[in-house]
């Protein structure tokens, strides 16, 4: 599954369906194969074939495990990432104040405008042309900024200067703040460790099956339990993975940026 697909997934909600689908057709292959084997050669449960599925199934089960903890630790880092940002965009314009009063509705403007569009920044994720024009309007506001503030700083008379000049620093971690958090949206995992996962998924669905055929026995409830949940769990660390794309987000603490904004 390349990104773009996955994108389109997300953000669509179809990728629960799909990843049910799949796992249904290939629990019902599986079903097929073990039949025909049983009834053409005879072929029935092993210890040794126990223990091989057993291992398929245990290499699935710590697949889950890494690419979840690792999703669910890149969302934490990027809520505090935003916290980060909105506070470092608060001390930054407070710092406004130590500005000469004819310069200080100039650089609040800026200010102003930066927060608004960085407040937008993300409603739109899944068309990535129109977000990386996005990020480039971004930075030409930070330019913005930092040149009146710059300007400001040393059209500041020398008796203030050592006060004022202290700004700048906090307008840059401002910047940096940013642009980590901006830069945390793009880590994620190897595509590999996807394909992983969803190969996985399937071949435990195909080996559920075929286990079933091979005894003459569905056992309906055992085998959608286990597809809905595989689904479920590939489908919530996905969330996790991007979380401006499905059903969990980051609202909550854009919604600080928002309440800076109206504070300003």
Same mark, same amino acid.
């Given at each position: 599954?390349?990104?773009?697909?996955?994108?389109?997934?997300?953000?669509?909600?179809?990728?629960?369906?799909?990843? #049910?689908?799949?796992? /249904?057709?290939?629990?019902?292959?599986?079903?097929?194969?073990?039949?025909?084997?049983?009834?053409?050669?005879?072929?029935?449960?092993?210890?040794?074939?126990d223990t091989f599925v057993a291992a398929i199934f245990g290499m699935l089960?710590?697949?889950?495990?890494?690419?979840?903890?690792?999703? *669910?630790?890149?969302?934490?880092?990027?809520?505090?990432?935003?916290? !980060?940002?909105? *506070?470092? =965009?608060?001390?930054?314009?407070?710092?406004?104040?130590?500005?000469?009063?004819?310069?200080?509705?100039?650089?609040?403007?800026?200010?102003?405008?930066?927060?608004?569009?960085?407040?937008?920044?993300?409603?739109?994720?899944?068309?990535?042309?129109?977000?990386?024009?996005?990020?480039?309007?971004? *930075?030409?506001?930070?330019?913005? #900024?930092?040149?009146?503030?710059?300007?400001?700083? !040393?059209?500041?008379?020398?008796?203030?200067?050592?006060?004022?000049?202290?700004?700048?620093?906090?307008? *840059?971690?401002?910047?940096?703040?940013?642009?980590n958090q901006r830069l945390a949206m793009k880590f994620h995992p190897p595509?590999?460790?996807?394909?992983? /996962?969803?190969?996985?998924?399937?071949?435990?669905?195909?080996?559920?099956?075929?286990?079933?055929?091979?005894?003459?026995?569905?056992?309906?409830?055992?085998?959608?339990?286990? =597809?809905?949940?595989?689904?479920?769990? =590939?489908?919530?660390?996905?969330?996790?993975?991007?979380?401006?794309?499905?059903? =969990?987000?980051?609202?909550?603490?854009?919604?600080?940026?928002?309440?800076?904004?109206?504070?300003?």
């Open positions: 599954m390349n990104e773009s697909m996955r994108i389109h997934l997300l953000a669509s909600g179809l990728l629960p369906w799909v990843l #049910l689908f799949g796992m /249904l057709v290939m629990g019902e292959i599986g079903w097929w194969v073990g039949r025909y084997f049983f009834v053409r050669h005879k072929v029935s449960r092993t210890a040794a074939s089960a710590l697949l889950i495990a890494f690419t979840f903890s690792g999703a *669910s630790d890149r969302y934490d880092k990027r809520r505090d990432l935003i916290v !980060k940002e909105m *506070s470092t =965009i608060g001390t930054a314009y407070m710092s406004v104040d130590r500005l000469n009063k004819e310069d200080q509705p100039r650089i609040r403007e800026l200010f102003k405008s930066y927060l608004d569009h960085r407040i937008t920044l993300y409603q739109n994720v899944v068309d990535t042309d129109a977000l990386e024009k996005k990020f480039q309007a971004q *930075s030409e506001l930070a330019n913005q #900024l930092w040149q009146a503030a710059v300007k400001a700083v !040393k059209e500041t008379g020398d008796s203030q200067k050592l006060l004022v000049v202290r700004m700048l620093p906090e307008i *840059s971690n401002m910047f940096d703040a940013y642009d595509p590999i460790v996807w394909q992983s /996962l969803i190969f996985l998924a399937l071949i435990g669905s195909l080996l559920s099956g075929y286990g079933m055929g091979i005894e003459q026995k569905r056992d309906w409830l055992l085998n959608v339990v286990f =597809i809905v949940l595989m689904a479920g769990a =590939i489908y919530v660390i996905l969330n996790l993975e991007f979380p401006r794309l499905g059903n =969990i987000n980051l609202d909550e603490f854009e919604q600080e940026l928002i309440a800076l904004r109206k504070s300003m």
